[in-house]
T-cell receptor, first 114, second 112 residues
Framework: DTAVSQTPKYLVTQMGNDKSIKCEQN?????MYWYKQDSKKFLKIMFS???????INETVPNRFSPKSPDKAHLNLHINSLELGDSAVYFC?????????????FGSGTRLTVV | GENVEQHPSTLSVQEGDSAVIKCTYS??????FPWYKQELGKGPQLIID?????GEKKDQRIAVTLNKTAKHFSLHITETQPEDSAVYFC???????????FGKGTRLHILP
């Protein structure tokens, strides 16, 4: 199936731990994104990469570090996890760096920090 | 930067009735306005979009309208069905942006 796939779907971890979320798209898109959705459903962009190059880096703590080994993959590593990091993280992709072709979202990773 | 306001935050309509969700945007340069539907446990899915050179667009039971002068756009769902229950997001982007700015979402409940 053509899609944006994220792993894991659920992640429960203790404060202070380091964790990674992986994302892969087989749509041939050039641009990939990470969005954070809080408990009130608000979607906020964190990062975007266009063909492995960082394009957007919103005001996100340095504990969050994206990595794009190729244009089909965008991973998110989080150091020293805090309670406030609990959220659903969505990966998305679009055909070009211009969002006016729409995004395709993954199904999300629910991160719970205890 | 762009700011998108969305109303209402929650909407309940009887099955078969129409539902309308309204959004306003702040940046007059915005030219692309997508709508996303998010079902429980899933990622948002693009359901319809409109560009600034068009005033209205329709796809079966879903329609979007855009008023550039007033900087607002709306989603209309007719003959609502149970499967329309979801969270709906409006969004906007400008030609110079590499990102879409989302509204805060509307939780739509279709009542039997």
């Amino acid at each position: 199936d053509t899609a944006v796939s994220q792993t894991p779907k659920y992640l429960v971890t203790q404060m202070g731990n380091d964790k990674s979320i992986k994302c892969e798209q087989n749509l041939g898109h050039d641009t990939m994104y990470w969005y954070k959705q809080d408990s009130k459903k608000f979607l906020k962009i964190m990062f975007s990469y266009n063909n492995k190059e960082l394009i957007i880096n919103e005001t996100v703590p340095n504990r969050f570090s994206p990595k794009s080994p190729d244009k089909a993959h965008l991973n998110l590593h989080i150091n020293s996890l805090e309670l406030g990091d609990s959220a659903v993280y969505f990966c998305a992709s679009s055909p070009t760096g211009t969002p006016s072709y729409g995004y395709t979202f993954g199904s999300g990773t629910r991160l719970t920090v205890v | 930067g762009e700011n998108v306001e969305q109303h209402p935050s929650t909407l309940s309509v009887q099955e078969g009735d129409s539902a309308v969700i309204k959004c306003t945007y702040s940046d007059s340069a915005s030219n692309y306005f997508p709508w996303y539907k998010q079902e429980l446990g899933k990622g948002p899915q693009l359901i319809i979009d409109i560009r600034s050179n068009v005033g209205e667009k329709k796809d079966q039971r879903i329609a979007v309208t855009l008023n550039k002068t007033a900087k607002h756009f709306s989603l209309h769902i007719t003959e609502t069905q149970p499967e329309d229950s979801a969270v709906y997001f409006c969004a906007a982007s400008t030609p110079r942006d590499d990102k879409i700015i989302f509204g805060k979402g509307t939780r739509l409940h279709i009542l039997p």
